[in-house]
C-alpha cells in the first residue's frame, strides 16, 4: 500500500506545476484524496481535497482560483494542477488517502496512507 507524488520542481513567481499522486496496492476510487504541504517551521496545512466521486472539492483560502484537484479513477491517479505559483507556495507537497469516503477534509489527522512528498520551490 504506497503513494507516490512526482512533478514537483523549481518554478518561477507566475509559473504553473502539475503534481500527481499515483496508488499501488489499493485503489483510491472508494477514497477521499487530500493535497497538504509543509514549509520549514511550519506545520502541516491541508492545501485541497477531493471526494471519492469527484464531485465535491475542498481548498484553503489561499490557493482559491490558483489550484484546482482532479482524479482519474482508471488511472488510480489524482492531479494538482498549480497556477500563477507564489513564493509563499514554497513547500513539500504531500499526497494522502482518507480510509473513508463521503465529504472530503482537510484535517491531516484524518487521512490514513500518505506518499513520500515532492518538493515544490518557487523563486521570485
Known amino acids: 500500500v504506497q503513494l507516490q507524488a512526482s512533478g514537483g520542481g523549481l518554478v518561477q513567481a507566475g509559473g504553473s506545476l502539475r503534481l500527481s499522486c499515483s496508488a499501488s496496492g489499493f485503489t483510491l476510487d472508494h477514497r477521499d484524496m487530500g493535497w497538504f504541504r509543509q514549509a520549514p517551521g511550519k506545520e502541516r496545512e491541508g492545501v485541497l481535497c477531493?471526494?471519492?466521486?469527484?464531485?465535491?472539492?475542498y481548498y484553503t483560502d489561499s490557493v482559491k482560483g490558483r489550484f484546482s484537484i482532479s482524479r482519474d479513477n482508471a488511472k488510480n491517479t489524482v492531479y494538482l494542477q498549480m497556477n500563477s505559483l507564489k513564493p509563499e507556495d514554497t513547500a513539500v507537497y504531500y499526497c494522502a488517502a482518507d480510509p473513508l469516503q463521503g465529504a472530503c477534509t482537510l484535517i491531516p489527522g484524518i487521512y490514513s496512507t500518505w506518499g513520500q512528498g515532492t518538493q515544490v520551490t518557487v523563486s521570485s
Open positions: 477531493i471526494s471519492s466521486s469527484g464531485g465535491s472539492t
